[in-house]
């Protein structure tokens, strides 16, 4: 799925998001859509699906500037890898991606794994979602 989020004169960033929780999905792209930074986001529901999209985007020259993961993608029973493991598929032929972790197991040892697999930082689903799209802004405003 794809939602143009803004238009203004800078350039848009693209944001693929992966959670296998559809409502998740949707708050963070209305919470997306309220940055002042122009924000494209794709979603997808399952890590081989975020994996496809992301190798899909990239090679239609939209590269995610950020992904967006959750770890447990296996919990619907729709999907068969999880957030780590999608991590380091995507970190195999893109090395340059960025991925944010995006999970509510912070305390399980979760933080490490994604590290690990290549993510670049990990935030806990319990911040508030001004807190969130804050850290998202930062990062996005960072390569203007």
Same mark, same amino acid.
Request: no cysteine; glycine share 8%.
């Given at each position: 799925?794809?939602?143009?989020?803004?238009?203004?004169?800078?350039?848009?960033?693209?944001?693929?998001?992966?959670?296998?929780?559809?409502?998740?999905?949707?708050?963070?792209?209305?919470?997306?859509?309220?940055?002042?930074? @122009?924000?494209? &986001?794709?979603?997808?529901? /399952?890590?081989?699906?975020?994996?496809?999209?992301?190798?899909? *985007?990239?090679?239609? !020259?939209?590269?995610?500037?950020?992904?967006?993961?959750?770890?447990?993608?296996?919990?619907?029973?729709?999907?068969?890898?999880?957030?780590?493991?999608?991590?380091?598929?995507?970190?195999?032929?893109? @090395?340059?991606? &960025?991925?944010?972790?995006? /999970?509510?197991?912070?305390?399980?040892?979760?933080?490490?794994? *994604?590290?690990?697999? !290549?993510?670049?930082?990990?935030?806990?689903?319990?911040?508030?979602?001004?807190?969130?799209?804050?850290?998202?802004?930062?990062?996005?405003?960072?390569?203007?």
């Amino acid at each position: 799925m794809q939602r143009g989020l803004k238009t203004m004169s800078k350039k848009t960033k693209v944001v693929l998001v992966v959670d296998d929780e559809d409502t998740m999905r949707e708050i963070i792209q209305l919470n997306l859509s309220r940055s002042p930074i @122009p924000i494209t &986001v794709h979603t997808a529901s /399952t890590g081989e699906e975020g994996v496809a999209l992301y190798r899909m *985007l990239r090679e239609k !020259g939209e590269k995610p500037d950020l992904v967006i993961m959750d770890i447990n993608l296996t919990q619907w029973g729709t999907g068969s890898i999880d957030g780590v493991e999608a991590t380091r598929q995507i970190m195999a032929f893109d @090395p340059d991606a &960025v991925i944010y972790g995006y /999970t509510a197991w912070f305390t399980h040892g979760v933080e490490k794994q *994604l590290i690990d697999a !290549g993510a670049k930082q990990v935030i806990e689903r319990t911040v508030r979602p001004s807190e969130f799209r804050k850290i998202v802004e930062e990062y996005l405003s960072s390569g203007e």
